[in-house]
């Protein structure tokens, strides 16, 4: 069975970094298409990045260069280093995987939320 | 871009009664188009894929059409658990995969 289980949010101030982390089981996040996708309190959904199995990593323009995905496969876990977050970054993020176009298993969600 | 518009935005149903939702793109996404059913407090499910594959375990009563830019989600005959948000994804303008605003099925 496959499960994914994200940790790390919480409420940090304008400016400020977050890295979230999602910890999967029944599958590797390195031999899988792993993304983030995020939604916003009482919004619709807008996914976030992604990393390839092979290593190639894609970004929304919405966080391109202020967010980073990568993963440690030793841990067999992926995670998003989010800097410079704005409030508009403010959702429940989800670790979504395993394909590269379809999102068939996500985790229960991470809330952040970016507020002075 | 691609925009994907879904409606209606809200349709008001009775247990056992047919629903049928839309979703247009901006543009041609070929059959890329997935279905997700989502209820509140919880993640997304995907239902069906490439427009008309069902999802693993997902009850026939879920089945999609269309190509293009015009598809349809259709649910033969509501049970009580499947009124629900639902989203529709495009994956042909990848690496940047868009989904609809959502079309809530609650109960009438």
């Known amino acids: 069975e496959v499960q994914l289980v994200e940790t790390g949010g919480g409420l940090i101030k304008p400016g400020g970094s977050l890295r979230l982390s999602c910890a999967a089981s029944g599958l590797t996040v390195s031999g899988n298409f792993m993304s983030w996708v995020r939604q916003a309190p009482g919004k619709g959904l807008e996914w976030v990045s992604i990393m390839y199995s092979g290593g190639s990593t894609y970004y929304a323009d919405s966080v391109k260069g202020r967010f980073v995905i990568s993963r440690d496969n030793s841990k067999n876990t992926l995670y998003l280093q989010m800097n410079n977050l704005k409030v508009e970054d403010t959702a429940v993020y989800y670790c979504?995987?395993?394909?590269?176009?379809?999102?068939?298993?996500w985790g229960q969600g991470t809330l952040v939320i970016v507020s002075s | 871009e691609i925009v994907l518009t879904q409606s209606p935005a809200t349709l008001s149903l009775s247990p056992g009664e047919r629903a049928t939702l839309s979703c247009r793109a901006s543009?041609?996404?070929?059959?890329?188009l997935a279905w997700y059913q989502q209820k509140p407090g919880q993640a997304p499910r995907l239902l069906i894929y490439?427009?008309?594959a069902r999802a693993t375990g997902i009850p026939a009563r879920f089945s999609g059409s269309g190509s293009g830019t015009d598809f349809t989600l259709t649910i033969s005959s509501l049970e009580p658990e499947d009124f629900a948000l639902y989203y529709c994804q495009q994956r042909n303008n990848w690496p940047s995969w868009t989904f609809g605003q959502g079309t809530k099925v609650e109960v009438k």
């Open positions: 979504a995987g395993p394909r590269p176009h379809y999102f068939d298993y």
């Open positions: 490439d427009a008309s």
């Open positions: 543009q041609s996404v070929s059959n890329f």
